[in-house]
């Protein structure tokens, strides 16, 4: 279990993408990857299927769900809550 494990999950997507940004140099490539995909797509990462966002990313769906447990998810389901929050967020805002 890493450091940032241990710290658990993200309250929301500001946090995560924070977390993200602190560590996307250090991390390996794949979760590079997937780090870098995830702040470009935000959109993608909410509404995808782990399938299509692995693909997507450039990477097997295991390393997508490697990356959602180092942040201290339980899964990729619970890393796509934070980015559906997020879209939620953002419609209620614009009407």
């Known amino acids: 279990m890493t450091d940032e494990t241990r710290r658990g999950p993200p309250a929301g997507f500001e946090e995560l993408r924070q977390r993200i940004l602190d560590q ?10 997937v780090a870098a ?3 470009d797509n935000p959109y993608e990462v909410a509404l995808g299927t782990a399938a299509s966002i692995a693909a997507s990313a450039g990477v097997q769906a295991s390393t997508l769900v490697r990356f959602a447990k180092h ?17 939620r967020d953002r419609n209620i805002s614009c009407d």
Request: hydrophobic share 25%.
């Open 24 to 33: 996307r140099t250090r991390m390996p490539n794949g979760s590079g990857k």
């Open 71 to 87: 942040f201290g998810f339980e899964g990729v389901t619970k890393l796509q809550s934070v980015y559906r929050e997020r879209l």
């Open 37 to 39: 995909y995830s702040l």
